[in-house]
């Protein structure tokens, strides 16, 4: 009995775990093809960080990560949230974006003109 309930939790884990990892896999790739980020980018550097409030290793979504939670992963819907200001800075997303900075971070921010 013991053993199958190891069994039960551990595939259950599992199955959460597999289950966000596309999805983070799958914003990233869209996001990288759509707004065409370049190697040695600070997005690009930034990897899971660009959703995420670390670079890996956590589930937790920052602000520019929750304005994408819910929507259909693909270029339109990136398009429906540039122009917000996910992290409250003054920057849009897109402006953020166009800058290399990152749009779920205050810190992270254009230089001013």
């Known amino acids: ?24 896999l799958s914003w990233s790739k869209i996001f990288c093809k759509f707004y065409k980020i370049k190697s ?22 920052n602000s520019y990560g929750k304005q994408l939670e819910k929507l259909k992963v693909d270029g339109d819907s990136l398009k429906t949230i540039e122009g917000k200001d996910a992290d409250k800075d003054g920057a849009t997303n897109i402006e953020e974006i166009k800058s290399d900075t990152l749009p779920g971070d205050p810190k992270s921010k254009p230089k001013q003109k």
């Open 1 to 24: 009995m013991r053993l199958i309930r190891t069994i039960v939790v551990t595939a259950v884990l599992a199955c959460i775990v597999c289950g966000s990892a596309p999805a983070t």
């Open 40 to 61: 040695g980018s600070k997005l690009k550097e930034a990897k899971c960080a660009v959703c995420h409030t670390k670079s890996i290793g956590t589930s937790d979504l």
